[in-house]
């Protein structure tokens, strides 16, 4: 009896956690997604420096492997053709301007007068006469 009502706290105490967990988060303010914009831009540069630094380690290494080679008189493949190593430079963020709301980029602007009425008393049999077989 007492195993049963064990698995029954255990299944109680499961269920509660896991209401929990799902639980809806409030959405981000502005602010936090401006900074959140901006880690994840920083981090895209800190990538671009990290290959960089690795690209010029790649380079000093070679020119050694070849110095060290030619002076010993082993034969060597030439180097295979890469492109140069791009420095990302500084980095510097600039936040995309924000969208205009709708109400002001003119969205829900209203019709323009109407000049004539919507139809006319023209049957449509003479608008598209049948075509002669």
């Given amino acids: 009896m ?34 959140a914009a901006e880690a994840a831009a920083k981090t895209a ?24 080679a030619k002076a010993e008189s082993k034969d060597t493949k030439p180097a295979a053709a890469t492109p140069p190593c791009a420095d990302p430079g500084v980095f510097s963020y600039t936040p995309p ?13 209203p019709a323009p007068t109407a000049t004539s009425p919507p139809s006319s008393t023209t049957p449509a049999a003479a608008l598209a006469p049948a075509s002669k077989p």
């Avoid at 255990?10 to 981000?28: D, E, N, R």
């Avoid at 290959?51 to 070849?66: E, I, P, R």
Wanted: proline share 3%.
């Fill in 97 to 109: 301007e924000a969208a205009k709301p709708l109400e002001a980029s003119g969205a829900h602007s």
């Fill in 45 to 68: 540069w800190s990538g671009k420096v990290d290959a960089y630094l690795s690209c010029k380690s790649q380079d000093k290494v070679a020119a050694h492997y070849y110095k060290t």
């Fill in 2 to 35: 007492k195993e049963a009502l064990k698995q029954i706290l255990l299944a109680g105490c499961a269920l509660l956690i896991g209401t929990t967990v799902m639980a809806k988060l409030p959405a981000l303010s502005e602010e936090a997604k401006a900074k």
